[in-house]
């Protein structure tokens, strides 16, 4: 480990502080999710290519709820038979050993890092949650499971079937999933925004795992920790707004590599 890396965790370590861990799609690229805006986000409704920012809309889902789910089935498919790696079994490692002084926020809507062992109480999920759907409507139903759907191909049409099992059961109107959309905004009720923010305020390592900044409350949780002077760790293959950030303060660190390579030995040195 890198001299300056050391040191920092090694200060946090020392002075009991509390870790805010915030991951997005790069920690579970090496599960084999593929990355949002990658090209498997790309997705044909008649002879029209739609981009992700297209389909993952409340505007579209309005327009053509059937090709929305169909996009949705085949992403949570992948996601739901996915494997959480070393980089989130590392973050469960950081949970477990500081307890209440521990939070992560994160962006991926795939629930590995539960699966993994994060505790639910100290884990908020921003943009969602694959394994859930609600009321499209509103209309009062709490939150229910996602029916197991099966994996389905890019191909697979949406039967009448689907519709049955993605149907409100109490007002029938369309279940709808449980993610942020693009021209949505972040809530505390769906997507615990303030809570994340609470926890940027009260920590004393903002730790990046895999994100580049893309969205806003990533962004926000970054400039509250850059402006309280705390430390921070961004790990990324790649440069981006975060490690720019991390550049900025004195103690702070870009760990290039990959989450599964980076986030074991930051882990233990951190307990």
């Not at 509390?18 to 409704?45: D, K, M, N, Q």
């Not at 059937?66 to 949970?95: I, K, M, Q, S, T």
């Not at 580049?212 to 990324?236: C, F, H, K, Y």
Request: aromatic share 8%.
């Amino acid at each position: 480990m890198e001299p300056k890396l050391a040191g920092i965790l090694d200060d946090v370590r020392r002075r009991h502080g509390r870790v805010l861990a915030l991951t997005g799609a790069g920690i579970s690229a090496e599960s084999g999710i593929p990355t949002f805006r990658g090209a498997e986000g790309y997705w044909v409704v008649g002879s029209r290519n739609h981009m992700p920012q297209e389909m993952a809309t409340e505007a579209m889902f309005r327009r053509a709820p059937e090709e929305v789910w169909r996009w949705y089935l085949y992403r949570f498919g992948v996601c739901r038979h996915a494997e959480p790696n070393a980089g989130h079994r590392a973050l469960v490692d950081l949970d477990r050993a500081l307890g209440e002084r521990f939070h992560l926020v994160t962006q991926n809507i795939d629930g590995l890092h539960l699966r993994a062992g994060a505790t639910p109480a100290r884990t908020s999920e921003i943009h969602g949650a694959a394994a859930w759907v609600r009321c499209a409507e509103a209309c009062g139903q709490p939150r229910l499971p996602l029916p197991d759907m099966g994996v389905r191909g890019a191909e697979a049409p949406f039967t009448a079937a689907d519709r049955d099992r993605l149907s409100c059961p109490r007002c029938g109107g369309w279940l709808r999933p449980h993610v942020l959309w693009f021209d949505e905004y972040y809530d505390e009720e769906n997507y615990r925004m303030d809570t994340a923010l609470r926890a940027a305020g009260r920590a004393d390592l903002l730790l990046v795992v895999g994100t580049s900044g893309a969205t806003n409350l990533p962004m926000q949780i970054g400039e509250l920790a850059w402006r309280r002077g705390i430390a921070m760790v961004d790990v990324n293959p790649e440069e981006n707004p975060f490690s720019e950030l991390c550049e900025r303060v004195p103690n702070g660190f870009f760990a290039r590599g990959s989450a599964g390579e980076r986030l074991p030995p930051i882990a233990a040195a951190l307990t």
